[in-house]
Nanobody, 117 residues
């Protein structure tokens, strides 16, 4: 399976960006899809994820600002990021998993999000 991300870029603090990720290849029965991020010198962290049934899971630092959604017919997951802060600057990685729960087996190449102050 391949995860192809798009939508990263440079934005001012307070602005918005929307990330997209489409899964191609052996995509049968994907359970959860979502996003992780990693900033330089920091640990990788879960941003948000969503199951095929619509259950969601958000990292504490993005609750109320980011929204994850999914189009199962298109095997695509989206991340709408509002009220962006400089601390949101990171490489964002799309993830997908076939096992129950919030476990991920495939990773995208990553897309950079930079928020200027």
């Amino acid at each position: 399976v391949q995860l192809v991300e798009s939508g990263g870029g440079l934005v001012q603090a307070g602005g918005s960006l929307r990330l997209s990720c489409t899964a191609t290849g052996s995509i049968f029965s994907i359970n959860a899809m979502g996003w992780y991020r990693q900033a330089p010198g920091k640990q990788r962290e879960l941003v948000a994820a969503i199951t095929s049934g619509g259950s969601t899971n958000y990292g504490d630092s993005v609750k109320g600002r980011f929204t994850v959604s999914r189009d199962n017919a298109k095997n695509t997951v989206y991340l709408q990021m509002n009220s962006l802060k400089p601390e949101d600057t990171a490489a964002y990685y799309c993830v997908a998993g076939w096992r129950p729960g919030w476990r991920f087996d495939a990773w995208g190449q990553g897309t950079q999000v930079t928020v200027s102050s």
